[in-house]
């Protein structure tokens, strides 16, 4: 056996291990890099709930946002003139009622459905958008505290528990 064949055999597992080696890495890369990453698409589901659900389908309205379709028009109404709402700046503000849907949406829910992020993605706006709307709408709505709860009466109580009586399942 000549050195060179043993140095030839060896330079050649070399070569067959290192394409090994290359192989099983970009193997991992592919299948754990996002080499071409998809963008997301920021398809709203408000216009659905804000234009459809509520002129055709109530129930699926109350179903994501909570209220009834008139409650949210008054709140909208209640809170819609707060200077929380004015920009003093050239960007556009989104509308009143899309970032009280925001809210409702959110409070409405629990767990992984009311994340910044699942909240940005079934809105179809970013995550900043998100939170700016519950600070917004939570400041507006707070101002009315004064205006809209209030101790009940001895008359309205007795009043709320016959109606829980009239409503609920005999004891």
Known sequence: MDISDGES??????????IANYTELLSVITCTYI??????????????????????????????LCVSSSTFDSIVKCIEDHAVFSKKSNIEQYPV?????????QF???????????????????????????????????????????????DEKEEAKAWVEAVSCPA
């Open 35 to 64: 080499l071409n990453p998809n963008k997301v698409a920021k398809s709203s589901q408000l216009s659905l709930v804000l234009i459809d659900y509520k002129e055709n389908n109530p129930k699926c309205f109350h179903r994501n």
């Open 97 to 105: 009622k899309i970032q009280l849907a925001i809210i409702l949406y």
């Open 9 to 18: 055999d060896n330079s050649e597992a070399r070569h067959l291990a290192n």
């Open 108 to 154: 409405g829910h629990d767990a992984n459905a009311t994340s910044v992020k699942a909240m940005a993605l079934w809105a179809g706006v970013s995550a900043g958008m998100v939170v700016k709307s519950t600070c917004q709408v939570s400041i507006a709505v707070l101002s009315l505290y004064d205006q809209v709860i209030w101790w009940l009466s001895d």
